[in-house]
């Protein structure tokens, strides 16, 4: 397929190979009104967002206990917030089964590519409360690093971003390119953009745990990559944002590449 500008597509033509943000909508705004009201009720619900958050966290490791609580049904707490999730946010990963059912079975022990549907819904959660909760901490680190997904590039250019200091940088070679939009709001508001190709993310951030250098850390990639990247910035305790992509569409899910894109209005909010 060749890739089109993404104003071209269609909402039909949007798909992720499991989930879209987009899936009724001609931009993801709708998705994140639906996950800031559902982390609103459940915040009143639960004062203590931190606590709901490693709660979140717990359930979402365990596939088996997931399945479990669906098998059994919503008797308890954690079965009844996966079964909410799940009327709120299924509209987003109908795609999930099917992909899942057609996995090789070495790539079933891929935690990425063999995320469940409802770790998909934990993670959105988990991906709203983590905003909510270090946004703050975030605006006022210094430095800023953004690490933004190579395959938001445009992908009809022939790509002129350069390796820097520690990763590579986009040059702005054209205005089509959702990396070069994200990059140049992220530089307005003092963050460093980088296209993930070769950082050490793990060193990067031992280094500022270790230095105490006052790092903070945006980042946008498919919801089960920023969650692991969102949870590693935590365990350094390095504040840290994040932007799902509106669907995972690289080759890593469909062999090839598809344009892609990023809810601009949400990042920006965030910064
Ligand atoms: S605008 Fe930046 S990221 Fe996009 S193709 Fe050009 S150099 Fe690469």
Known sequence: MVPEPLQNLTREEFQGKTYSLRMHEPDSDVFYRTIAELADRLVQQHPDSRQLLTRIQRLSRSKRFIRRLVRDGSDSHDGALVATLKD?????????Q???????????????????????HLYMLEIELT??????????SSPKFAFLPHCLRDLSA????AQRDIDFVCKGCTDECNVNHASKVL???GVKPYIWMSADLRGLLRNAKKE????????IACIPELVRGMRMCLKFDV??????????????????FYPNAVNMNKLESLL
């Open 88 to 96: 709120e946010l299924a509209a987003y990963t109908t795609n999930v």
């Open 98 to 120: 099917s992909h899942l059912r057609g996995l090789r079975l070495i790539d079933r022990w891929d935690r990425t590519l063999a995320t469940s549907e409802e770790q998909y």
């Open 131 to 140: 905003n909510r909760l270090y946004s703050d901490r975030f605006r006022s």
């Open 158 to 161: 022939d790509c002129r971003a």
């Open 187 to 189: 530089r307005l508001h």
């Open 212 to 219: 105490g250098d006052g790092l903070g850390v945006l980042g």
């Open 239 to 256: 504040p840290v944002v994040g932007v799902p992509l509106d669907a995972n569409r690289c080759a890593r899910w469909w062999g090839e």
